[in-house]
């Protein structure tokens, strides 16, 4: 058996059967192994995963980084093989860190997105079967209905109004309509009607096909673009601190000349110079900045992906902890998507407003087989006997047949149903219609159906009372009716002069931990509102279990959102809970309008009509067991559907940003020590403080660690925002503080050598003195930067293990560099006595004190 060599949109389909050696009735499961040897899985060609030295080269693509690379070059060409060797080790630690950060999140994220498989229905020896997508093959028999996410290249054998989304393939964002005609072989993509694409999207119908390529052999699989050259967008966090490495590029480059021009003015040599301007441009620079990002993002993914929440992209992680609204679809989000039929109502009993307490009666099986007719369940052991039966479809339909078979109706006829419906159920219209032998079957919403039936008034008023009221006690209503004139190609204006039947009543019971999971996420400062296409009182219902005190005032409809402007919606949301009755069309116009009132929106979702509003939000979150197309554009994904997850990434979310405050404020306020402690000793005309290896090596090991262990460190200041949202790092508070504790620590450092030389202390012990004083109060004071707004003893200090570790390691080479004689030598320092160990105390808490000092100013004068 040879691949398929046709154009298959050219040629019959008994063709295709013969070349591809299958039937109408499927594959047998004999024939897979073969089928797996000669096509492979149905995989596309992932995209194109970073190489080991990609990741690494990437790490040294940073502005940062070019001036300690600048650094080596110039050191080198100046035969000062210390210094080379070094600031090579500055380089290499750095990006050595940042990738084995880096290639470890992009493995995690790998691996995760295995836990999210795309599933398809499959008929193989007759029997309809649902596997994974990656398990399709040419020759297989598929069906795809609306919802579904198309698994494989595919030639249509038969259709019923189905309509496709394809313009991942196209760029046309028209659904076009699929039939069964032979077309020129000269057709492109778009002029294909009787062909399935991978990857494209069924919007409305379905149709059976069978499989004529997968993986690469598809359509999408040969636009090598698509699949493997998808680069990662840079979150704004990234995009800012990229921005800030440039800035401090510069900022650095102008004050490194300036001090050398100014250190060849007042007579020093040049070579000296020379040497101590590379060391000050390596002691001005934060290199730690991009690498501790990378790290504190992907230990964020890891720490949500531990709670069951699949981060898609290292960006979700960020944008949980700025969100400031949820928007929540309510079927099979808020509640189980278990609906259980409660009752069967026909029109008599509803007319005669007759409460039969739930007791089913024989008039009920007329509504219930009529039901039957336009379900849509797949029965995954179809051999067996009826009573053993089980099925997998939308859980209403899954229940009424389930309920059919207890009430003794038969149900064997729902295997041909498929056949029959000539317009399937979508979220726009919100009613199917099949054709029986004398009269057609309309199955729906109640409100649609009661809208475009035949009925008198009075009758209307009365049906119209009782769905509202059913509808505010949580009820899930589907009414069904019949029409007994239609073409056999109806469109959905022509269903009108319904003949109402019955209502059916179904109960979705809220999930267990919702209303504590959304009390957790409310008491954060982010509110949660409900948008749902069900009736209002239904919505309501479900809003009051939810423990929500909810006024009429409080809800707005589908209906009142279409007839208000933009504008006039603007001011009417802010005071909105519930959004009910709404079209998709409504959850992406709301969502795109709280984000002009400023608000961080977070979308909630398990359906293909979510999927707008999931992909266009902040951050679309989706359901493990929703649709395809849902979780396919949302950012985060819940394993086990438990939203409480979406509190606990909210507050990791929340951990995140803190952590980067943390470390952008640590590294920034003493990234310009050496600036002013070389500039001020050139400017006031005494001796360097500090040689160019002190300065490289002093950077190197004592900053880069600390600000890495923040990517591990708690969030001590929740309670300050605990009723608020944070939407920003580089706020007020932080900018501030960073420019506050940086110039004051760098005149105090300044001062404290200006103050040793001026009274008399011999310069070589004023510069070891110095040394230790400037190599160990970056360390002491990392504990104080744990928190930004309390003060040190208001939390565990030494809690952070890493920081602990980070600055014990540090200590060690300090210790080592000024107790080994050869290291002592080779730094060009001296013994300190001991009478200066109570000075270098002093100089410590000073620092302490000078950080927790300019915190108490700021948290005062919040």
């Known amino acids: ?437 004398h009269h057609f079957v309309v199955v729906g919403a109640p409100d649609i159906l009661l809208a475009r039936a035949h009925m008198d008034k009075d009758a209307f008023l009365r049906l119209e009372t009782w769905i509202t009221e059913a509808s505010n006690e949580g009820k899930r209503l589907i009414a069904v009716g019949t029409v007994k004139e239609l073409s056999d190609t109806p469109a959905v204006s022509d269903i009108t002069n319904i003949s109402f039947k019955g209502i059916l009543a179904f109960h979705d019971p809220i999930r267990a931990n919702v209303p504590d999971a959304i009390k957790k996420i409310e008491s954060l400062g982010v509110r949660v509102v409900m948008i749902t296409g069900d009736l209002k009182g239904t919505a309501i219902a479900v809003g009051r279990e939810l423990g929500w005190d909810v006024s009429e005032d409080q809800v707005i409809t589908g209906h009142d959102i279409q007839s208000l402007t933009d504008a006039e919606l603007l001011a009417v949301i802010p005071q909105k809970k519930i959004f009910a009755r709404v079209t998709p069309e409504d959850k992406l116009r709301i969502g795109l309008l709280y984000r002009q009132l400023g608000e961080v929106v977070a979308m909630t979702g398990d359906g293909v009509n979510d999927a707008p509003a999931l992909k266009a939000m902040d951050i679309g979150v989706a359901l493990g067991s929703g649709s395809d197309v849902a979780k396919s554009v949302a950012g985060l994904v819940l394993l086990d559907d438990n939203f409480e997850i979406i509190s606990m990434a909210i507050q990791e979310g929340r951990r995140i940003l803190v952590n980067i405050r943390k470390t952008f404020v640590y590294l920034m306020s003493n990234s310009l020590d050496e600036v002013f402690v070389v500039g001020g000793s050139l400017i006031v005309g005494i001796a360097m403080p500090l040689t160019a290896l002190q300065i490289i090596w002093v950077n190197l090991f004592t900053g880069s660690l600390p600000a890495l262990a923040f990517a591990y460190d708690d969030d001590f200041d929740h309670q300050m925002y605990k009723h608020r949202t944070l939407k920003s790092i580089f706020t007020r508070e932080v900018n501030l503080l960073t420019f506050g504790v940086g110039v004051m620590s760098s005149l105090l450092l300044f001062f404290t050598y200006y103050g040793l030389i001026r009274f008399g202390v011999d310069v070589q012990t004023a510069r070891s003195v110095f040394f230790v004083c400037f190599a160990s109060y970056i360390l002491v004071i990392s504990y104080s930067f744990r928190s930004l707004n309390k003060p040190l003893f208001s939390y565990p200090i030494f809690s952070n293990k890493r920081l602990n570790q980070g600055i014990l390691v540090a200590i060690v080479f300090l210790v080592a560099t000024m107790g080994i004689p050869q290291l002592r030598a080779l730094f060009d320092l001296n013994t300190i006595p001991l009478v200066w160990f109570w000075f270098i105390a002093v100089w410590l808490v000073a620092n302490v004190l000078l950080v927790e000092g300019t915190k108490y100013f700021f948290r005062k004068h919040k």
């Open 1 to 437: 058996m040879e691949p398929l060599q046709q154009k298959p949109w050219s040629v019959k389909i008994e063709d295709i059967f013969t070349a591809l050696e299958t039937q109408v009735h499927g594959l047998s499961e004999s024939a897979l192994s073969q089928r797996m040897t000669l096509y492979g899985a149905n995989v596309l060609q992932k995209y194109a995963k970073k190489s080991k030295v990609t990741i690494f080269l990437k790490q040294l693509a940073s502005p940062l980084i070019f001036i300690l690379l600048g650094a080596a070059v110039v050191t080198f060409l100046l035969k000062e093989w210390i210094e080379v060797i070094v600031v090579m080790t500055a380089v290499l630690v750095n990006a050595g860190l940042g990738f084995y950060r880096e290639y470890h999140a992009e493995n995690t994220l790998e691996k995760l997105s295995g836990f999210i498989k795309d599933r398809a229905r499959v008929i193989r020896d007759g029997i309809e079967h649902e596997v994974d997508s990656e398990e399709l093959f040419p020759g297989d028999i598929i069906k795809v209905s609306y919802g579904s996410r198309v698994p494989a290249d595919a030639r249509i054998l038969s259709t019923n109004n189905i309509y496709v989304d394809e313009a991942i393939l196209t760029g046309e964002s028209k659904p076009i309509q699929k039939n069964v005609t032979i077309v020129p072989v000269s057709a492109t993509v778009a002029e294909r009607m009787n062909m399935l694409h991978a990857g494209t999207l069924v919007v409305d119908g379905f149709a059976t096909a069978v499989v004529v390529a997968t993986g690469v052999h598809t359509e999408i699989g040969k636009i090598a673009g698509l699949v493997s050259g998808t680069k990662q967008a840079k979150t704004p966090i990234q995009k800012g601190l990229e921005k800030i490495s440039w800035i401090i590029f510069a900022i650095v480059i102008v004050i490194v000349v300036g001090i050398f021009i100014l250190g060849i003015y007042r007579g020093e040599p040049l070579f000296d110079m020379l040497i101590l301007s590379v060391a000050v441009s390596v002691g001005a620079v934060p290199e730690a900045l991009p690498i501790a990002l990378t790290v504190i993002l992907s230990i964020g993914a890891e720490r949500i992906a531990k709670k069951q929440g699949v981060t898609r992209t290292l960006i979700a992680a960020e944008t949980l902890g700025s969100t400031s609204l949820i928007m929540t679809d309510k079927t099979g989000t808020l509640t189980e998507a278990n609906m259980k039929l409660v009752g069967v109502y026909t029109v008599k009993e509803l007319n005669e407003d007759s409460d039969h307490g739930g007791v089913y009666t024989s008039d009920d099986d007329a509504v219930l087989q009529l039901a039957l007719h336009n379900v849509d369940v797949l029965i995954e052991n179809p051999h067996d006997p009826v009573s053993e039966w089980t099925f997998k479809g939308k859980p209403f339909e899954v229940h009424i047949v389930k309920t059919a078979r207890e009430k003794g109706i038969d149900i064997t006829g729902i295997q041909h149903n498929n056949a029959s419906l000539l317009i399937p159920f979508n979220s726009t219209h919100k009613f199917s219609v099949s054709k029986q032998k």
